[in-house]
């Protein structure tokens, strides 16, 4: 709690940092903040043609496969730039970390929400896609606000983690790069859970990620509530929870000596 009241009271500071990480990530490319789309989309393109166009992959739970794909890869192009942002947070900003009076708790948020800016662009580009498509928006929709902010808390918990280790161990970085390669394939994003057992499917629920691919998937196709799934809603949180509380523990207990080692 004393987190998020740090998070309110800063508000300001955290929103004009975010806005300014954001330039200042693309100053000096022809296009700009353009790139921070241009790329992810360009990835989606890549694997519609391949599933669409070279597998002629069929229509999966009844709509189209790029349709089910984007509900899939679009929050988890959010969570794996969250974390990545978050990871190198500390490392990027070592002039204000060395500033005594500037409260470096707020680093991570930056960067995830930075992230948040794309990931906003991404969910409207979805709601146009399904428009386009036929495919109708229910009340459940409004779900997404619900699962981002799932994205947002469990990206930041891991941030914390992980930004807390980078500054001893840099190869920390590349580790959860590596991490989040094997969790693109290990969460049902391109593939179709149908495929496994039922002993393999709850094996694969233990994933965090897969909570909220599947939460994105309810939300615009199936019209299921994040409260008719108690029990994988109530892992997912006390699994956040217990992330949260780890990384804020080892953030505040190696933060003393940041300014140290950087």
């Not at 990530?25 to 890549?46: E, H, N």
Request: aromatic share 20%; charged share 10%.
């Amino acid at each position: 709690m004393n987190l998020f009241k740090e998070l309110y009271q800063n508000r300001v500071t955290i929103i004009n940092l975010a806005l300014n990480d954001f330039k200042n990530k693309y100053a000096g490319s022809f296009f700009g903040a353009s790139w921070a789309f241009v790329q992810p989309m360009m990835t989606i393109l890549i694997y519609w043609f391949v599933f669409q166009v070279g597998f002629r992959t069929t229509p999966v739970e009844n709509v189209p496969f790029i349709i089910w794909f984007i509900c899939g890869i679009i929050p988890w192009f959010y969570f794996s730039e969250a974390v990545m942002g978050g990871t190198t947070s500390v490392v990027e900003y070592t002039y204000i970390v060395k500033k005594v009076m500037f409260n470096i708790n707020i680093l991570p948020v930056i960067k995830i929400l930075v992230s948040t800016f794309i990931h906003i662009f991404f969910v409207v580009l979805l709601f146009c896609i399904c428009i386009f498509v036929k495919l109708p928006l229910s009340i459940h929709s409004f779900q997404i606000v619900y699962y981002s902010i799932c994205i947002f808390v469990l990206a930041l918990g891991f941030s914390y983690l992980t930004a807390a280790l980078v500054p001893f161990l840099k190869d920390i970085g590349q580790m959860v790069s590596i991490v989040l390669q094997f969790g693109f394939w290990l969460t049902p994003i391109v593939w179709n859970q149908t495929i496994l057992s039922s002993n393999w499917i709850f094996i694969f629920k233990l994933n965090p990620a897969y909570y909220i691919v599947q939460g994105y998937r309810d939300s615009l196709i199936n019209d299921v509530w994040f409260w008719e799934r108690p029990l994988n809603t109530l892992y997912f949180w006390i699994l956040t929870f217990v992330i949260m509380i780890l990384g804020r523990l080892l953030f505040k207990k190696l933060k003393p000596h940041f300014a140290d080692v950087l």
